[in-house]
Nanobody, 126 residues
C-alpha cells in the first residue's frame, strides 16, 4: 500500500529527495509521515504532513533542512532533504494512518501510525 523510494548515497552537505507512493484512497484521508532508523537504534520520527496538507510537523534535528510535502495529483508524499549530515544516515520509512485514528498528542510517535512502507536506505558520507 505504501512504497518508498529515492534513497541512496550522498556526501555531507548534499541533498536527496525521498518519495512515497500511496493509493489515491489512502492519500486523500490519511496523515502521512516519515521515520528513520539508524543501525542499533530505535525508529525515530522525522516529519508528518496532515491529510489536508495544512499542517506539518518536524523533528528538531531536521527542522530547517527537511521539507515534507504531499502531491494529491500523484498521491505521493515527498521528503526533500538538504544539508545532509552523517547522522541522517538510516533506513527511512514512509508511514500512514487514517486521520480519524490520529491522536495529535502522539503524532510524533511510531505507535501513531499503522501502515508502513518497506523502507529506503539513506547513507550520508562525511
Amino acid at each position: 500500500q505504501l512504497q518508498a523510494f529515492g534513497g541512496g548515497l550522498v556526501q555531507a552537505g548534499g541533498s536527496l529527495r525521498l518519495s512515497c507512493a500511496a493509493s489515491e484512497r489512502t492519500f486523500s484521508s490519511y496523515d502521512m509521515g516519515w521515520f528513520r532508523q539508524a543501525p542499533g537504534k530505535e525508529r525515530e520520527f522525522v516529519a508528518v504532513v496532515r491529510w489536508n496538507g495544512g499542517h506539518t510537523y518536524y523533528a528538531d534535528s531536521v527542522k530547517g533542512r527537511f521539507t515534507i510535502s504531499g502531491d494529491k495529483a500523484k498521491s505521493t508524499v515527498a521528503l526533500q532533504m538538504s544539508s545532509l549530515k552523517p547522522e541522517d544516515t538510516g533506513v527511512y520509512y514512509c508511514a500512514a494512518v487514517n486521520r480519524r485514528r490520529m491522536v495529535l498528542s502522539n503524532i510524533r510517535s511510531v505507535t501513531a501510525f499503522d501502515t508502513w512502507g518497506q523502507g529506503t536506505q539513506v547513507t550520508v558520507s562525511s
